[in-house]
Each structure stands twice: as C-alpha cells, then as structure tokens.
C-alpha cells in the first residue's frame, strides 16, 4: 500500500478534503417523501427518443412527489465529445419540457457539467488511494490489447483481475520508479468481489435481482497525460449523485450490468447506496421481430426529428407515459394550443404557411374545431406539425391551388362535361352552410348535392350503382367526391358542410367555378 504522503504528491497540494465538498454541497431541505431525480446527457452524439423518454419519467417522478428535478450534463469522455450536441439537448428541452428545476445560474449544487467538477472528484480519487482502495496502473494500451487476448486464448473472461491485475500490488519502490520516469498511468478502484460471487439488491421497478458480484479492477480516473484529469463515468456519477443529493436514480436498462460495480464504489467512498430504477430500452417492431430503437437505423431515433417533423411534444410523451403507466387518461390539445405549437414550427420550417395562419388565425382556429368537438370519435389526422399544410392547407385561399382541369384524376375519371356540368350546377344553386362558431353538422346541406346528381342521372346509392353500371355515369358518391376535391383538393376530408360552412359561399362558389 503507497504512503499518504506518496500518494498526496501525486495531487494538487491545495486540493480540498471530502469534507469541504460535504459542507459546500449539504443535504437538501425538502419534504418527506419527495425525490430528487436526474437525467445524464453525454454529449457525444445527438440526442436519442430514449433520452427524452428518461427524462420525462425523471421529471415526472420528482414533480408528483415535491422533490427536485436536475440535468446534469456527463461530458467525462471529451474524446467522443461532439460539437452541437449541447445545442441539440437544449433545443430538445425548450420542445419537450424537461428543462431542469436548477442550473448553474438558479441552482446550488452546481456546476451540473461534469468536466467543471474536476477538483470534486480528484478529491475522492485521492481518498480511495490514500485507503489502498485504488492505485496506479501503467499498462498501456498495446499490453491491455496484448492481455485481452492471451485471456481469450486461456479462455478467461476479459478484464482487469486477479493474476491479470499486475499493478494491483505492485510495490511502491516499483510504481516510483514509474512516476520518476514519466510514465502515465491511470488509477484503478480496487475491487474487493470475488470470482462466483453473487450479489443480490432490490431494483425499485424490476424487483430482487441476483447477479455476478464485479471483480474488476476499473479504470475510475484517466491517464495522467491528459490535460484535463478526468475519471471515468463510474466514479463521476456515484461522486455527483451523492453531492447533488439525489434520492432515485432511473435510468436505462443497459446499466443493469454495472450495478454492483457501482454499489462497491459507494460502499468504498462511504457514501450511502441510492436506489436504482432501470426501465426497459424502447423497441422497434421490424417484421416479425423487435428490436431496439437504433440511432444508425432509424430516423425515428433522434430527437431532431420530432422537432422537424413538428410532431406535438405532447403526443410523444403521452405515448412515452404510456410506456411506464398504461392507464393515463388521454388529454387532447385544445386548438388554440395547436396553433401556438404549430406557428414556431412553421417559422423555420414552411415561412409560407407562417405568414398564412397570422393573417387568418380565426379561420385556422375554426377549422381544427371542425369534427374535434362534441363528437364520439374526434379526428386524429394531424400528428405532426409537418402535416398541417397537408390536412389544413386548403381551408386558406392563399395556397390552396384550385382545380382547373376537369380530368384532373382526384375527380375519379368521370367524363370531363360531366365534371363541368356537376360544378356549374352546383355554384348556380348554392345554398350556404349552417352558421355557427365553429361551423356546425347540417344534414341538410348535402340535400343539394343529392338532387343535382340525380337531376345528372347519377345513382342515388352506390348499391343501385352496383346493380346495373351501365345505366349510371356513377353513383352519389362519385358525385360528391367531385364537389369534395373542388373544395379541398383532396377526395379525403371532414365533415363538408363543415367545411364548406368555414370557407364561405365566395369562397366555396370561386373554388367550384374555376374548372377550365
């Protein structure tokens, strides 16, 4: 075991002690019962669905209960770091929500950046040296390289351990020599696990789990060669949560493994176990199988695209909640509330339909009433922001392209005079919509539609239709999808006296009147 002495001169010598960061970071005041929970973003890459669904259930967690919700960004590994990966988790919290309750500015257990905690945890990798609890290792990366493969030779389990560990009792005379001569080195927790050994603790979603007890010695701080002295994530994020004071830590199912390595290094620290709650990664149906949800496969796996798409924030987390709690009561958007989201969208992604839905924002807001209230089933057809144009465009006169050419194939193929006949037939006798904020039903206002395909010699159902073909040009349905595509350029839309009712008679008699 190295001297304190030996090992204080390995660290700044006005670097404080544990119990300076105790005092500077003190149990939080707050009431029985509330948790305080975090979400650990490391910027080396774009930000993954699976982060936004972690930090929804980690927000949620400690709101319900009174506690404390914190973001703390884990930027240990600086070779992988990617520039704009901040930017993006900031844009994915300003768009989803999950901002912290604290920062750097508001909060008092700052920084919530992990390089700008460095003193912090040099402090606790001197403690565990000073108690034999962690020591030098100068094994570079070729003999680490070399070693791995002499133990898959042997058939042993790669890793840092037991016969394979040499510096782990290496003699101090040894490791002087070593530090003399400027070597770098890395510090390794010494684990006190034993091979076979197994370990069992309770996972506060998934239950009692027994697994192997870690016997590896890891790497808790990086080479000395580093011009910032970083420790590896294991000892950064039980050092923080212990000082941020957080109570539950949930987080993926892919740090099930590393459990009981991290439970040894509270344990040596002196720092009191936080419950874990591991929740299951997000899965991808493809074909007959599932399979998590892939950064390099799947669009779907960035946070970028929801926010391109303009898919409602809240839909995203309704189905994410949905994940953890299958009895949440389904809440729509009020349609003023669609257009507050849908408006920032737009200006950075479609200027044209921005400028649009400001010039007529009562008429955007009567058209998302339409079949989404007072109704059994309310529509469902906008998802994302992007579709808006398509599903909602045509209800403004500003890019709503009319119908022209009467063998235009939306009007299903019927002889183009028949199609001009059907239009002009309609715009002489139109008789307007119900009034009403929003427009409202009006059984009636089809009536006219119905007489003028039967005055055209179409059936009056699909069923006489069906009987005898020939006898018909179509039947009231086809009829109905001419003046349908006339109004909206779709064949597919609401209720049409509805809309029809929001448009106005100018606006409906110019759209059926500009057939060539």
Not at 27 to 46: D, I, K, N, Q
Not at 289 to 297: A, G, H, P, V
Not at 360 to 383: F, S
Request: proline share 8%; net charge negative; charged share 25%.
């Amino acid at each position: 075991m190295l001297s304190q002495d030996f090992v204080d001169s390995l660290f700044p010598s006005d670097l404080p002690e544990p119990e300076h960061w105790e005092s500077r970071y003190p149990p939080r005041e707050l009431p029985l019962g509330a948790e305080v929970t975090r979400f650990a973003p490391s910027p080396t890459g774009w930000l993954h669905i699976g982060g936004v669904y972690s930090a929804t259930l980690n927000q949620d967690v400690a709101h319900q209960s009174g506690g404390v919700y914190l973001v703390r960004v884990e930027d240990t590994d600086q070779a992988r770091f990617e520039e704009g990966a901040a930017s993006q988790f900031q844009a994915a919290f300003g768009y989803f929500g999950i901002g912290p309750d604290e920062d750097d500015v508001t909060g008092g257990y700052g920084p919530y950046t992990q390089s700008e905690r460095a003193q912090i945890y040099l402090t606790y990798v001197r403690e565990l040296m000073r108690q034999g609890k962690a020591y030098p290792c100068f094994e570079t990366k070729e003999q680490a390289e070399a070693r791995v493969a002499r133990q898959r030779a042997a058939g042993a389990l790669p890793g840092y351990y037991g016969e394979w560990a040499i510096w782990r009792d290496a003699p101090a005379e040894q490791v002087g020599q070593r530090l003399a001569a400027g070597d770098p080195y890395v510090v390794r927790f010494r684990s006190p696990g034993v091979g076979g050994h197994r370990v069992s603790y309770t996972d506060v979603i998934r239950g009692e789990i027994t697994q192997d007890d870690n016997r590896n010695d890891v790497v808790i701080l990086k080479g000395s060669d580093q011009p910032l002295r970083l420790p590896t994530y294991h000892l950064a994020h039980a050092v923080d949560d212990h000082l941020m004071r957080v109570s539950l830590v949930i987080r993926g199912e892919e740090w099930l493994s590393s459990v009981p390595l991290h439970h040894q290094l509270f344990d040596a620290l002196g720092f009191p176990r936080i419950p874990y709650a591991h929740f299951a990664a997000l899965m991808k149906q493809d074909g007959g199988s599932r399979r998590k949800l892939s950064k390099r496969r799947d669009p779907e796996a960035s946070v970028a695209y929801y926010i391109e798409q303009g898919i409602p924030p809240e839909a995203v987390q309704y189905y994410l909640r949905g994940l953890a709690n299958g009895r949440l009561a389904e809440m729509p958007l009020p349609e003023a509330q669609i257009l507050d989201r849908v408006l920032p969208w737009a200006d950075s992604y479609d200027p044209d339909l921005a400028e649009v839905l400001r010039a007529e924002r009562d008429l955007a807001l009567t058209a998302l009433l339409i079949e989404r209230v007072d109704t059994e089933k309310p529509r469902k057809d906008l998802r994302k922001w992007a579709d808006f144009r398509q599903v909602f465009g045509y209800f403004f006169a500003e890019i709503f392209e009319p119908v022209t050419d009467p063998a235009d194939p939306r009007l299903g193929g019927l002889d183009p005079d028949l199609v001009r006949a059907l239009a002009s037939g309609f715009a002489a006798r139109y008789q307007p919509a119900a009034p009403g904020t929003p427009p409202v039903p009006d059984p009636e206002w089809f009536e006219q539609i119905r007489e003028l395909a039967a005055r055209l010699g179409f059936a009056s159902s699909n069923k006489d239709y069906e009987k005898n073909p020939d006898a018909y040009p179509g039947s009231i349905r086809e009829a109905s999808q001419v003046i349908r595509v006339l109004l909206t350029g779709t064949g597919r839309s609401p209720d049409l006296a509805q809309v029809a009712g929001a448009l106005g008679p100018a606006e409906v008699i110019r759209r059926v009147s500009a057939l060539g």
